[in-house]
Structures are given as C-alpha cells and as structure tokens.
C-alpha cells in the first residue's frame, strides 16, 4: 500500500536564506515535491533531497507560470500520489500569502497537512533598514495593512482615513502602485504630512533598497527612485532610529553580489564568511569531487603505509577522501604508525586537526619549493619515502622539488574533480543574466573548470564590472593561463585571506 501523503505549508522567510527555521530545513531534506513561489530565495531549494521534483511559480520572470488553481490541484495530486509535499511561501505563510485558502482547501479535500510558520516580512524588514516596529518612547502598537486597494469583488478594502487616527507604526505590504492613494488619504485622515515614513524594497536580500522621507514626500521619491515591488512601507516615529540602527546595510560587504566557486560540501565555509559580512552570495560550483579513475595506487599505497616516513596532502578534499580509503582498511587509526604529515596550508592543516591529527610541517605559503623547504626543515629528505597524496591532476612541480631533495616520492590521487552541470536552483541563470561584483576563485581547478562551464573572458566582457578574486599564485597562474589578471589576489592564502582582500577593496571603492 502506499504511504499516505502530506502537504506543509512552510513559511520560507523574507528573502535572506539564514532565516528559515530549522523545522522548515528539516521538512525540505525530506521532500519528495516543492513547490515554491517567486519571492522564495531560491537559495533554499538547496536543501531539497536531489531527486526531489522542484516547481518554482514564477511572477513572469521567467519561471513557470502556475496559476493558483494549478497550485492547489499540484498540491492535492502529489499528496494523494503519496508523496510528501513541501509548499514553500514567502515570510509567514499566514500573513497576506493565501496561505489560509491553500490550508483550508487541503481541508476540504482531506489531505493531511501541517503550517510551520515563517519568520515575516512584517517585521524582518523594517529591522533589517534599522526600524523597530515598537519602542516604549515612540509607540506601543503597529499596524498591517494590504495596500492592495480593492478586494477582488472591487470594493475598497482598507479605510485608510480610519487607519491615519488609529495610533502606532503602520507597516503596509504590497502597497507599491497605490502609495499616492494610500498617502492622501492618510493625510486626510489627520496623519501629519512630516510623520515620517521608510520604503524598503527586496529586504533582508543583498539587494536591499531603502528610502526614507516622510508621509508627504513619499510617493514622489519612490516615484523619483524607481521603486518597485516587492516593497514594504514603514510609517511613524520608530523610522527614526534608522540612523543609529541601521546595522544591515551597513555592513562592509553590503551589496556585494559574489559567486563562490567551490563545490557544494566545500562552498558553506567561504559563503559563511561573505554572507556574514553581508555580500550576497551566489553559489555556482563547478565542480563535484568523486572517486579516482583508478584508485589502485592508492590501495596499495594503503597496504604498504608503515614505509612511508611522510605523508603529505595538498587539500582538504585529499586529506577527507585519503581518510574515507585509510577507514575501509583499517579499523584502527594507529595503523597510520609514526608517519610524519606535512599540509599545505591552515585548511587542509584544520582538516587534519578534526582527526586529532598534528602537523608536522606546513610552509608559510603553498608554492611546491615552500612546501619542500618546511619539510626540509625538520629533517634531511634524502632517502626518506614520500607519499603525496592529491587530486588525479596535480601540478608535477612538488614532486620534482621533493626530489631534487633526494626524496623517493610516490605520487597517488585520491580523488578527481568532475565538472558540475545542474543548476537547480537557477543560480548560473541569474548569474549569466543579471552578472555579479565578484568571482572568487580558491584553486587554480575552480578558475579551469569555471571556464570550461562559462567561458571566463567572453563573461568578463560581458559584465565589465565583474571583478575576479584569487586566493592565490597557484590560481593566479590559472587565470594567466587564460590571459587575465586577478583583480585582486589574496595576501594570505586562506578564505578568511580572500575575503578580507575583497573587503579592502570594496571599502577603497
Ligand atoms: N507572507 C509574506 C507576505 C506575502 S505578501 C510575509 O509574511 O512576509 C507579499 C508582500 O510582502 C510584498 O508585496 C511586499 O510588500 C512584502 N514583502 C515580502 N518579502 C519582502 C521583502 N524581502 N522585501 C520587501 N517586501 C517584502
């Protein structure tokens, strides 16, 4: 018998993908359908399994068009498929989201169906421009109002005159169009024109907008600005705290569109790290680590381990997958014997640390003669064994330094780099159309296979604008390879490195 299905109603936050709840992430790691409406970041569909079917409504961008009977019959056809379904919405899915009529039809038809609430766009809004929605000086209520100004049978639904006496901070969604309307009549119902009053557009995102002015100037400035929707307006005394509270835009790397090229398991630290200094982040890997062509080598190398005097790993990726192999073969981590281990740098270093590992040599930077130099410093390589254990095509140069040294080098991949074609959530899309500030680039494979996908230079000409960001002379390298020149590269070699040389510049800009 099939298992019965289930929709839930999942509230997907304002726009910036950290506030999601952890009960949302958790319901859409266990989907088999979502379907997600314009406004969702699209971030999210992320955290769906990849087998899951994605359906994005679109708001005629581009997307699939679905009206909402077409909604409703999709969410009523997969549930009684069996399948569990995941409807994500905008904010809360009970605030102005239909999210009352999609539940209750799931009502009417008997599906089961949960609402995880979302945290809205009423109030993550205004506090990401800076307003609180109360203060015990200024108010002690708020306000939320549809500026849609007819119901759908045509009569006027909001009695703005009313809404001008009633006191406290009005919050309006939706009310981008009809803000000249809404204005005068507030006005003519006795709400001073010099109350003031905030238009934000597209908030919580790296793309977030911000006017303030007052009641009376409103609709000619969004006029004047281009605003457009999806917008929310602010209006009463809190507005004023923006100036000492506005701590979003404020950010160093606000308004910063960055596209990170790692692979997905590899991508969280650097976006951790941009997004907290407040760039948005566009994650674009192209690549996917999969296992050796021919992982030999690699076996024996496993066999014969107690000859090795080092081990050396030139990666992250190579110290996790070298240990995926060492645990199929071993049960025991003392069978890595005395073997001394060398790391390129602080990340595959840290790796190494997770496994209560110590390093025995790291060079200050990863050049293959740094490297060979900081191993050379603790003891004399001549005749000791040698294992390097990398990526399928590594640069020769290590191992011809090593021995130079006198050193008996074996040389075993551990992993290859496979190029990464799916685009699920439309992030190479909307990179492609609309562009972005910053590339990053953490390896010279992320610069050849970022290539490969996009073809660098034609996008660079076609984006002027777009900077490109190395983390250091080994992807430097790559980018000459393809006659260009990093507009900035890393002072220190690390992603904390690449993010701080970004941050320099976007503050001398
Ligand atoms: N359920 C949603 C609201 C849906 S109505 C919630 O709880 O947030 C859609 C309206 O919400 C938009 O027209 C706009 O007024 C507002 N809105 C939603 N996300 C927004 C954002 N990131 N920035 C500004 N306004 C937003």
């Not at 769906?48 to 699939?64: K, L, N, T, W, Y």
């Not at 003669?369 to 390589?381: F, L, P």
């Not at 960001?469 to 980018?479: D, M, N, R, W, Y």
Request: hydrophobic share 45%; with cysteine; glycine share 10%.
């Amino acid at each position: 018998m099939k298992s019965k299905g289930i929709v839930y109603l999942v509230g997907a936050g304002p726009g910036d993908a950290g506030l999601l709840t952890v009960r949302g992430a958790e319901l859409l790691a266990g989907a088999d359908v979502v379907i997600s409406d314009a406004l969702v970041n699209p971030e999210l569909l992320r955290l769906a399994p990849a087998g899951a079917e994605v359906i994005v409504r679109s708001q005629g961008d581009g997307g699939h068009p679905v009206s909402q009977e077409e909604i409703m019959e999709l969410l009523v056809g997969r549930a009684r498929d069996g399948k569990t379904v995941v409807r994500l919405k905008g904010g809360d899915p009970y605030v102005f989201g239909r999210g009352g009529e999609e539940a209750e039809e799931l009502a009417t038809a008997h599906i089961p169906f949960e609402v995880v609430p979302g945290v809205t766009s009423v109030t993550a809004v205004p506090n990401y421009a800076g307003i609180p929605l109360t203060h015990r000086d200024l108010c002690s209520s708020f306000h939320v109002i549809t500026g849609h100004e007819q119901s759908e049978k045509g009569t006027p639904s909001v009695d703005w005159r009313a809404v001008a006496r009633a006191p406290g901070t009005k919050v309006v969604l939706m009310g981008v169009k009809q803000i000249r309307h809404i204005t005068s009549e507030l006005i003519a119902g006795g709400l001073p024109a010099a109350t003031p009053a905030a238009m934000i557009h597209r908030g919580t995102t790296g793309r977030q907008r911000t006017l303030v002015t007052t009641v009376g100037k409103l609709a000619d400035e969004v006029e004047a600005q281009g605003f457009n929707a999806p917008a929310i307006t602010v209006i009463g005394e809190v507005v004023r705290l923006r100036s000492k509270l506005d701590w979003f835009e404020r950010r160093r790397l606000f308004g910063q569109r960055v596209v990170v090229t790692r692979t997905r398991d590899q991508a969280s630290q650097l976006t951790r790290l941009l997004t907290g200094r407040g760039a948005e982040v566009l994650e674009i890997p192209t690549i996917r680590i999969e296992a050796p062509t021919n992982h030999g080598p690699l076996i024996e190398s496993m066999a014969g381990l107690g000859e090795y005097d080092w081990l050396i790993f030139t990666s992250p990726n190579g110290v996790t997958k070298f240990f995926e192999y060492f645990f199929k073969a071993f049960d025991d981590v003392r069978a890595l014997g005395m073997v001394r281990l060398a790391a390129v740098g602080p990340a595959t270093a840290a790796k190494l640390k997770e496994l209560h590992l110590r390093v025995d040599a790291m060079p200050e930077e990863f050049v293959a003669a740094k490297v060979a130099k900081a191993i050379g410093a603790v003891e004399n390589v001549e005749n000791l064994r040698l294992l390097c254990v990398r990526a399928e095509v590594g640069s020769p140069e290590l191992v011809s330094k090593l021995e130079e040294l006198g050193g008996i080098v074996d040389d075993v991949a551990c992993y290859q780099t496979v190029p990464e074609t799916e685009d699920r959530s439309g992030t190479a899309a909307r990179m492609l159309a609309g562009g972005a500030d910053w590339i990053t680039f953490t390896s010279a494979s992320t610069v050849q296979n970022f290539h490969a996908r996009f073809d660098l230079p034609s996008l660079l000409e076609k984006f002027p604008a777009l900077k490109t960001a190395s983390i250091g002379p080994e992807t430097t390298k790559a980018l000459a390879a393809l006659g260009l020149s990093p507009t900035i590269e890393a002072r220190s070699h690390t992603l904390d490195g690449l993010v701080s040389a970004i941050e320099h510049h976007a503050v001398k800009a």
